[in-house]
């Protein structure tokens, strides 16, 4: 997807981040769960979405 293609260029452009703050996009939702299947459990990424 998009969105998933959009975060692994951003992620591999700079460093991991700890948590990112979204908002209540499903495909960036899901992307981001796709990434954290994908790296190791103590570097996953926390996801926090807002409800505007």
Not at 5 to 33: M, Q
């Amino acid at each position: 997807s998009a969105a998933l293609a959009f975060f692994r260029k951003a992620f591999r452009e700079n460093d991991l981040p700890e948590k990112v703050v979204i908002d209540k996009s499903g495909s960036n939702t899901a992307a981001l769960d796709d990434l954290n299947r994908e790296i190791s459990e103590d570097r996953r990424i926390m996801v926090f979405q807002i409800n505007i």
